[in-house]
């Protein structure tokens, strides 16, 4: 007993020796959890959507490979898809734009302490926290022809003839989804934004009142290329999620009508799940290409953001 008493701490010592001299044995034991869970829920879905969009898989059936068919069937003949494109980019420049400005323009506001600035900060803020189904049924609602509160308030201003369908025609759907996205997540953009803005130096404001500057002035020629920084990373960020914008148009619309709100993301779920082609294979294609453009577009946006910056400085 005593002699294993003594011969523990030898041996925890030269465990202790052992990390001490080769520490990735340490590093790789605390990443391995980690690295396990990305590697089966991240990397390996990744590389099986590739490898599945260059074969044709049916249930209860072998992969066949066919190599570029699902490509060259998808960037050639598939009309719904150009249309998903098309709406995506919309979506993906349309909204981080609106989401931005709106919640540097509120954030000014909160900036200046506009009266009952503490309630606004707080209001503005709680759609962030809502989730998308949430948020789409109540807007569905808002957006009702007979009993919505659009529809009500264009009746009530005598602008009844303005009253539409406004999830149901083509022309405004697409355009009325993505305002309830800029609705939720202004205000994440704005406290961003707000943060941003408490960060400038009081010095350079200082001096920009000091020479009569208007609001409008010092946040245009003072205050925005101060932050010019953040607003190009929220862009970027913006842009990312937007490309694969999925929950909120398929709770409101579900890509209709006609296609005319169907995104990448709903189109490719519609073809793995709902229509009854039963193959696997195609949709992964969708995938694949959405991936590539979003990393392609993502990597031009910092490319350029980049290189001006060095020139500019």
């Known amino acids: 007993m005593v002699e294993g008493a ?6 925890l010592a030269r465990v202790r020796l052992q990390f001490a001299q080769n520490p990735w044995g340490v590093i790789m034991t605390f990443l391995a959890p980690a690295l396990f869970f990305y590697l ?3 990397a390996y879905p990744v590389l099986r959507t590739f490898y599945n969009s260059f074969h044709k898989i049916l249930p209860n059936r072998g992969d066949e490979f066919i190599g570029l068919v699902n490509y060259i069937e998808l960037l050639t003949s598939d009309m719904i898809f150009d249309k998903a494109v098309v709406n995506t980019f919309i979506w993906a420049t349309v909204a981080p734009l609106a989401d931005v400005t ?3 323009v509120l954030a000014t506001c909160l900036y200046a302490r506009i009266p009952f600035s503490r309630f606004f900060r707080v209001a503005w803020f709680c759609p962030v926290l809502i989730s998308y189904v949430v948020i789409g049924v109540i807007w569905m609602w808002i957006y009702n022809y007979d009993w919505g509160v659009v529809n009500g308030m264009l009746r009530w201003l005598g602008l009844g003839d303005w009253a539409m369908v406004w999830l149901g025609r083509p022309d405004t759907a697409l355009w009325a989804v993505i305002l309830v996205d800029a609705w939720k997540w202004v205000g994440f953009h704005m406290v961003v934004c707000l943060a941003a803005l408490h960060s400038l130096p009081s010095e350079v404001i200082e001096a920009a009142e000091l020479d009569n500057c208007g ?19 929220l862009l ?3 842009f990312i999620g937007k490309m694969k914008v999925f929950d909120l148009v398929w709770i409101m619309t579900k890509g209709g009508p006609l296609w005319s709100t169907e995104t990448l993301a709903t189109y490719t779920y519609k073809r793995a799940f709902e229509w009854s082609t039963f193959d696997l294979g195609y949709p992964s294609a969708i995938a694949v290409v959405s991936f590539v453009m979003v990393m392609a577009l993502v990597l031009a946006m910092s490319w350029l953001f980049r290189q001006r910056d060095r020139l500019e400085f």
């Open 40 to 42: 089966f829920f991240t």
């Open 215 to 233: 609001w409008f002035a010092k946040l245009f020629h003072v205050v925005v290329p101060m932050i010019r920084g953040t607003l190009l990373n």
């Open 102 to 104: 709106l919640g540097l």
């Open 236 to 238: 970027i960020l913006a």
């Open 6 to 11: 003594i011969e523990a701490p030898r041996v």
